[in-house]
């Protein structure tokens, strides 16, 4: 949803200032920001399952 929420605000072109502006003080509320931790154990199941999803392709062709 929050997703949605930033979309909508980056596209639509005469979004009211005030509540672009009270959305983003209230994204972190959202989706936080991921420790350096986090970011690493993100990027790499990301990688595994970029890696799986292209092994499961070569053997399917």
Do not use: G, V
């Not at 605000?9 to 986090?38: D, G, K, M, V, Y």
Request: hydrophobic fraction near 40%; glycine fraction near 0%; charge should be negative.
């Amino acid at each position: 949803m929050a997703n949605m929420f930033d979309m909508m605000i980056e596209t639509t072109p005469n979004i009211n200032p005030a509540l672009a502006s009270r959305w983003q003080s209230l994204h972190l509320s959202f989706i936080p920001e991921p420790t350096p931790e986090e970011q690493a154990y993100l990027e790499r199941r990301a990688d595994e399952h970029s890696s799986d999803l292209f092994d499961e392709i070569n053997l399917n062709t």
